[in-house]
């Protein structure tokens, strides 16, 4: 009788032990798998883009205030008048298309996540119809507010980088 007992103990601490095992498993495996998706901010970079540009387009004081905004701090520190200045000759007839977005796996020069977006440009030609051009624009996630900031001096990725995909 008393080997049944014993028997039967160590059968429940074996069983214990391996829910215990399993659960932590399963936890580990849970916390582990993408943490970053679900700290990324709702409104995408593609959108943020978009919204740069339809600002920029509208023109106007207020407008252009809004998209200076939508750049990170670095772009901010940047006057206003010098900001609306360099992005007032914006012609409001080009058309911008994002072809794609993606998020790097390399950070940028200070450790922030950063998205590439690339963007299909029809500007009006002085010799009538238009001229396409490809861009690429990057963002840097900002974690204080948890929002994709627009690099608007082009100081997110070493040039080194740009140099080698060629």
Same mark, same amino acid.
């Given at each position: 009788?008393?080997?049944?007992?014993?028997?039967?103990?160590?059968?429940?601490?074996?069983?214990?032990?391996?829910?215990?095992?399993?659960?932590?498993?399963?936890?580990?495996?849970?916390?582990?798998?993408?943490?970053?998706?679900?700290?990324?901010? !709702?409104?995408?970079?593609?959108?943020?883009?978009?919204?740069?540009?339809?600002?920029?387009? &509208?023109?106007?004081?207020?407008?252009?205030?809004?998209? =200076?905004?939508?750049?990170? %701090?670095?772009?901010?520190?940047?006057?206003?008048?010098?900001?609306?200045?360099?992005?007032?000759?914006?012609?409001?007839?080009?058309?911008?298309?994002?072809?794609?977005?993606?998020?790097?796996?390399?950070? &940028?020069?200070?450790?922030?996540?950063?998205?590439?977006?690339?963007?299909?440009?029809?500007?009006? &030609?002085?010799?009538?119809?238009?001229?396409? %051009?490809?861009?690429?624009? =990057?963002?840097?996630?900002?974690?204080?507010?948890?929002?994709?900031?627009?690099?608007?001096? !082009?100081?997110?990725?070493?040039?080194?980088?740009?140099?080698?995909?060629?």
């Amino acid at each position: 009788m008393l080997n049944f007992i014993f028997k039967k103990a160590i059968l429940k601490k074996t069983i214990n032990k391996f829910l215990l095992l399993s659960s932590l498993v399963v936890f580990a495996l849970n916390g582990c798998s993408e943490p970053e998706k679900s700290t990324l901010p !709702a409104e995408t970079p593609q959108q943020v883009v978009e919204k740069f540009f339809s600002y920029l387009q &509208s023109g106007g004081k207020r407008t252009l205030e809004e998209a =200076h905004k939508l750049t990170n %701090s670095s772009s901010q520190s940047v006057q206003s008048d010098s900001f609306r200045r360099w992005t007032e000759m914006y012609d409001p007839d080009t058309e911008i298309t994002v072809l794609k977005s993606r998020i790097l796996e390399q950070p &940028s020069k200070a450790g922030e996540k950063v998205a590439e977006v690339t963007i299909g440009f029809k500007v009006p &030609s002085a010799f009538g119809g238009f001229m396409d %051009s490809t861009s690429l624009m =990057h963002l840097t996630l900002d974690r204080e507010t948890n929002s994709w900031k627009i690099d608007f001096l !082009a100081e997110t990725i070493d040039e080194e980088v740009f140099k080698k995909e060629g």
